[in-house]
């Protein structure tokens, strides 16, 4: 089992910025990537970014590339995305995932741990 802990979102400011992080617990050995994703009501979950575990190579979807930065820290166990230019079109909630069986991809099927969700609100 791994258990993930998201926390950092919050209310900001179109153009500004937030550090999201994602700590990982338990059988953290076993996971083989991790990634970002997030939620607006009546939308399915959409991937924003993915981290292989392995050989630290990293992916992002086309809405976030240039704004947003997936990164970790091995000795805290924990997982970053720094958000910056947030436009309110980037309001979600935002989900942490890992992978005990996968390698680093955009698809929400190659997830099998899953945080609570934070949520992060951008105004106009």
Known sequence: QVQLVES???LVQAGGSLRLSCAASGRTFSATAMAWFRQTPGKERESVACMSLTDGSTNYANHV???FTISRDNAK???YLQMNSLT???TAVYYCAASTFSRATMWRESYNYWGQGTQVTVSS
């Open 77 to 79: 166990n924990t997982v």
């Open 65 to 67: 590339k240039g704004r």
């Open 88 to 90: 309110p079109e980037d």
């Open 8 to 10: 950092g979102g919050g």
